[in-house]
């Protein structure tokens, strides 16, 4: 369809090909839009390469990254964002947690915990080696910020309920300091984006800028 927009969705930790909201948008947003979702690895590395090659194939519209996802889609510079539940301290964290796995058994402890769904879902292995290289891509990621130059579009959606909130996983302040006043909303529901405020936040919001 000529007039098709193309929008390129990045998962987060865990999630894949049948993630729930892109699932929604595909059913939502009807024709003339085309949503992009394809699984990729949890090596922060080989997935900044896979979603670049996806970003030139596809040529997206738009780009929006969910939860931990959101790091590798600010990093595809030249477009605008939308970001649902960004987890741009998850990287931090991961450094805390690769100095944990030098004791012995935490790798597959970790591996364990955080199991993802079956089906079409990104595997997910805590080695020393993945997880520290988590750090270089996250400063790539920033440096496509407003705080460093970028002209990029960037609008965010935090869930008041969202319990990754409390750790400072997801952080509004954190937000604030590299994207500026005045680029996200608050809703009412947890860091999984709840369908009615897909319907009346996410979606309206991609139709306003893709018409």
């Given at each position: ?90 990287p931090r964290y991961f450094r805390i947690m690769a100095g944990l796995v030098r004791i012995p058994g935490l790798t597959a402890f970790f591996d364990r915990h955080y199991h993802p769904k079956e089906g079409d879902r990104q595997a997910l292995h805590f080695d020393r080696k993945t997880l520290l290289e988590w750090k270089p891509v996250l400063e790539d990621s920033l440096g496509n ?67």
């Amino acid at each position: 369809m000529a007039d098709e927009k193309t929008i390129l969705y990045v998962h987060g930790m865990g999630g894949g090909g049948d993630s729930r909201i892109p699932s929604i948008l595909r059913d939502s947003l009807g024709s003339g839009f085309r949503v992009v979702i394809r699984t990729y690895d949890f090596n922060p590395q080989i997935a900044r390469r896979q979603i670049s090659g996806w970003a030139e194939e596809v040529k997206p519209d738009l780009v929006i990254g969910e939860s931990m996802g959101a790091t590798h889609a600010i990093a595809l510079r030249g477009y605008p964002h939308l970001l649902v539940s960004p987890s741009l301290n998850a990287p931090r964290y991961f450094r805390i947690m690769a100095g944990l796995v030098r004791i012995p058994g935490l790798t597959a402890f970790f591996d364990r915990h955080y199991h993802p769904k079956e089906g079409d879902r990104q595997a997910l292995h805590f080695d020393r080696k993945t997880l520290l290289e988590w750090k270089p891509v996250l400063e790539d990621s920033l440096g496509n910020t407003p705080l460093n130059g970028s002209n990029d579009y960037f609008h965010a959606f935090f869930g008041t309920k969202d319990h990754f909130r409390r750790s400072g996983v997801v952080s509004v302040k954190t937000w604030r300091k590299y994207f500026g006043e005045g680029t996200w909303t608050i809703y009412d529901g947890t860091h999984f984006m709840e369908e009615e405020y897909i319907q009346s936040l996410l979606i309206p919001k991609i139709r306003s800028m893709l018409k």
